[in-house]
């Protein structure tokens, strides 16, 4: 069955700084992968999607993401952190039927 | 604005009582889903529906029942509400079961069952 890891529960860092949130993912077949935001009190937000194609995506908000097949992963990167990026962050992978999974999250404290 | 609009927005529940939380939205999407969100655990599906008049079971269908009656309203029912149910639940959707489109989300709601 198809899962999704983010190892890391809890990442601060400050207000300038680069970022990067960490997913690795298993799936039996071509994956589809998400990240996705959840400010306090809100929905998840999508951020960006890879289906196929570049391995490098280009989200919202400044962020993009990296599929690589070869490690099994797809993590989340911001060259610089504004205050606003505070939030929980969600990987997610499946798509194409309802086996959709998601990672546990990511808290993102932003340091001033 | 075109969206999902979950209702309540939170409730506090005696054990054993009946529970039905509201979903609508008004993008025409064929699929809908149900997650509850717990710490540590992320995001874990409930119940789906691939269309009107269609349901399935997810990953943690038990204690919980949903409906379809039509492409807009996907309600979750607690038929006798348990603690563990203490969640914050959401409802999604997206255009097509077989789309590659992401799935979008309501705001959730806040549930407490003491």
């Known amino acids: 069955a198809q899962s999704v890891t983010q190892p890391d529960i809890h990442i601060t860092v400050s207000e300038g700084a680069s970022l990067e949130l960490r997913c690795n993912y298993s799936y039996g077949a071509t994956p589809y992968l998400f990240w996705y935001v959840q400010s306090p009190g809100q929905g998840l937000q999508l951020l960006l999607k890879y289906f196929s194609g570049d391995t490098l995506v280009q989200g919202i908000k400044g962020f993009e993401a990296e599929f690589k097949r070869s490690q099994s992963s797809f993590n989340l990167r911001k060259p610089s952190v504004h205050w606003s990026d505070a939030a929980e962050y969600f990987c997610?992978?499946?798509?194409?039927?309802?086996?959709?999974?998601f990672g546990a999250g990511t808290r993102l404290t932003v340091k001033p | 604005i075109a969206g999902i609009t979950q209702a309540p927005t939170s409730q506090i529940l005696a054990a054993g009582r009946r529970m039905t939380l509201r979903c609508t939205q008004d993008?025409?999407?064929?699929?809908m889903y149900w997650y509850r969100q717990d710490l540590g655990l992320g995001l874990r599906l409930i119940h789906y529906s691939n269309t009107a008049g269609t349901t399935g079971k997810g990953e943690v269908p038990d204690g919980y029942s949903v409906s379809r009656a039509n492409t807009d309203d996907f309600p979750l029912t607690l038929a006798s509400a348990v603690p563990s149910q203490t969640s914050v639940y959401f409802c999604?959707?997206?255009?097509?079961?077989?789309?590659?489109?992401?799935?979008?989300f309501g705001d959730g709601t806040r549930l407490s069952i003491l």
């Open positions: 999604a959707s997206r255009e097509d079961r077989g789309s590659n489109q992401p799935q979008h």
């Open positions: 997610a992978v499946g798509g194409n039927n309802n086996d959709m999974r």
């Open positions: 993008m025409r999407h064929n699929a």
